[in-house]
């Protein structure tokens, strides 16, 4: 099915030629499987942090971790699930009882690393994960379900034309990242 897809995508295009498109089988697997539990394609997951780095040894001292693991919480975002239980400062330690490197690695392979996102990659929109964090110094798991990212500026308009309401002269209308890309100039 979808190397009829990539084949029709490839011939149609007349100004086109010579294009080929690899789509890894890892991401057709998960677009098919994604597909038969959920009647439709729901994207890979995300789980809604910005991470840092702990390699730092007098860093991780500050935030109380005893091992050299873990990444730091920087940021959570305010639309995703898991900000009802981390909480920004929190160190992940382990992700699905998969320990979590200081350089944000998880073991992969026999003898190789690779990076902390590939774990969440593997997940579909739904799944429940179990994280271990350190929170001031003390250890707890837990749980929350992986979704995908929520855009507080949409992306795309479902395919219509925006909304708008006139009033006075003036033209109000939904932010979205197409019109702030078109009027990037004038907005700043």
């Known amino acids: 099915m979808m190397m009829e897809i990539a084949l029709e995508l490839h011939f149609r295009s007349d100004d086109a030629e010579n294009i080929g498109y690899v789509i890894p089988t890892t991401v057709v697997s998960h677009f098919l499987e994604d597909y038969e539990r959920n009647g439709k394609y729901c994207g890979?997951?995300?789980?809604?942090?910005?991470?840092?780095?702990?390699?730092?040894?007098?860093?991780?001292?500050?935030?109380?971790?005893?091992?050299?693991?873990?990444?730091?919480?920087?940021?959570?975002?305010?639309?995703?699930?898991?900000?009802?239980?981390?909480?920004?400062?929190?160190?992940?330690?382990?992700?699905?009882?998969?320990?979590?490197?200081?350089?944000?690695?998880?073991?992969?392979?026999?003898?190789?690393?690779?990076?902390?996102?590939?774990?969440?990659?593997?997940?579909?929109?739904?799944?429940?994960?179990?994280?271990?964090?350190?929170?001031?110094?003390?250890?707890?798991?837990?749980?929350?379900?992986?979704k995908p990212r929520v855009h507080l500026v949409p992306y795309h308009i479902e395919g219509g034309q925006p909304s708008y309401l006139i009033v006075a002269g003036l033209v109000f209308t939904p932010l979205s990242e197409p019109l702030i890309e078109e009027e990037e100039d004038s907005i700043g």
């Open 44 to 146: 890979f997951p995300c789980l809604g942090v910005l991470l840092q780095k702990l390699e730092n040894p007098v860093l991780r001292a500050c935030l109380k971790v005893p091992s050299n693991e873990g990444v730091l919480v920087r940021k959570v975002e305010p639309t995703s699930d898991i900000s009802n239980v981390v909480k920004e400062g929190d160190v992940i330690v382990s992700f699905d009882g998969v320990h979590v490197g200081c350089e944000g690695t998880v073991p992969f392979r026999s003898s190789e690393r690779i990076a902390f996102r590939y774990l969440i990659s593997q997940k579909f929109t739904g799944d429940s994960v179990e994280l271990g964090i350190i929170r001031e110094g003390e250890f707890m798991k837990v749980q929350a379900v992986l």
